[in-house]
């Protein structure tokens, strides 16, 4: 089943931080966080597996509530470089499922 | 170490012809993932192979099929065509396809189906 996520999109000016959530009806084994910029293959951000921990990888970190079965990305301090679409993936059965993607825009 | 590779990169096809991708995964990497993107239904997850074998499939018709060969090259195979199948097809790899594992995406094949 696909996860949730939210918001749709969202609008940042360079420096201004932003969340991303990803929740699930299922519980979560591990969450996968992607980057795509336009026309160009997804980019591995980072993992989490169960557990609760929080990731980082630069200023963009994530967390894992298995009780909430929800993840959320924080991007902080936005670079010009943080736009693109922010897709979170579910893992199960050796299958990726993804949500519909969060598109974030940084303006300088 | 060189990514995942896929070819052709783009393709343009007519309304009942079939259509062949192929993939290259990272070498050492035995787990293929297929995935379609479109603007409307974001990515969907077609098939997994590893090891040749077909572990999981998504919900798309039995018109979408695919294969793993021995050295993990994989190809998936669309016949019949139809409009609604122009889309980015991406395939990732991965060492073993487990959760805890991170997929690697290629760039991906555009097909425009006319």
């Known amino acids: 089943q696909q996860p949730v996520q939210s918001p749709q999109a969202v609008i940042l000016r360079e420096g201004e931080d932003a969340v991303i959530n990803c929740s699930s009806s299922?519980?979560?084994?591990?969450v996968h966080w992607y980057r795509q910029k336009h026309g160009e293959a997804p980019i591995f951000l980072m993992i989490?597996?169960?557990?609760?921990e929080q990731k980082g990888h630069d200023k963009i970190s994530a967390s894992f509530n298995e009780k909430k079965q929800q993840s959320s990305l924080y991007l902080t301090a936005s670079q010009l470089s943080y736009s693109g679409t922010y897709f979170c993936g579910l893992s199960n059965d050796y299958k990726l499922s993804f949500g519909a993607g969060t598109t974030v825009t940084v303006r300088a | 170490k060189a990514g995942v590779t896929q070819t052709p990169r783009y393709l343009i096809k007519t309304r009942g012809q079939q259509v062949t991708l192929s993939c290259s995964p990272i070498?050492?990497?035995?787990?293929v993932s297929w995935y379609q993107q479109t603007p409307g239904q974001g990515l969907q997850f077609l098939f997994e192979?590893?090891?040749?074998?077909?572990?999981n499939k998504g919900n798309f018709p039995g018109r979408f099929s695919g294969r793993q060969f021995s050295n993990s090259r994989s190809e998936m195979n669309v016949s019949t065509l139809e409009l609604g199948d122009s889309a980015l097809y991406l395939c990732?790899?991965?060492?073993?396809?487990?959760?805890?594992?991170?997929?690697?995406f290629g760039p991906g094949t555009r097909l425009l189906v006319l």
């Open positions: 990732a790899s991965s060492g073993t396809g487990f959760s805890q594992e991170t997929q690697y």
């Open positions: 192979y590893f090891s040749e074998t077909q572990r």
């Open positions: 989490l597996l169960k557990g609760g």
């Open positions: 299922k519980a979560l084994y591990s």
């Open positions: 070498s050492g990497h035995r787990s």
